[in-house]
Nanobody
């Protein structure tokens, strides 16, 4: 069993930065693929970024070049560094863990464990 707890959300002006953290409990965390998803009001959940156990990273086109996903195995934590934020980045951001490292990393249904979410609001 893996428990995920996100933190770091908040209110920021357009062009600003935030760093989200996702602290994971449970053994073998370093073997899991990890992902970040977001859901804006009235919209479907969408993929943001993912990182495999080997360190490969993947990004949605909408955040490529602005967001960076990373992991600290010693701290059992995954980060999402968000720069040049835009009002359209406003959403609840969720961290997720995938035991099997699916190649379909952008699909939420491939992840077995989810955090409770953290709100990110970008003002114009």
């Amino acid at each position: 069993q893996v428990q995920l707890v996100e933190s770091g959300g908040g209110l920021v002006q357009a062009g600003g930065s935030l760093r989200l953290s996702c602290a994971a409990s449970g053994r073998a965390f370093n073997r899991y693929a990890m992902g970040w998803f977001r859901q804006a009001p009235g919209k479907e959940r969408e993929f943001v970024a993912a990182i495999r156990s080997g360190g490969s990273t993947y990004y949605a086109d909408s955040v490529k070049g602005r967001f960076t996903i990373s992991r600290d195995v010693a701290k059992n934590t995954v980060y999402l560094e968000m720069n040049s934020l835009k009002p359209e980045d406003t959403a609840v951001y969720y961290c997720a863990a995938d035991r099997y490292g699916s190649v379909e990393y952008e699909k939420g249904e491939e992840y077995e464990y989810w955090g409770q979410g953290t709100q990110v609001t970008v003002s114009s």
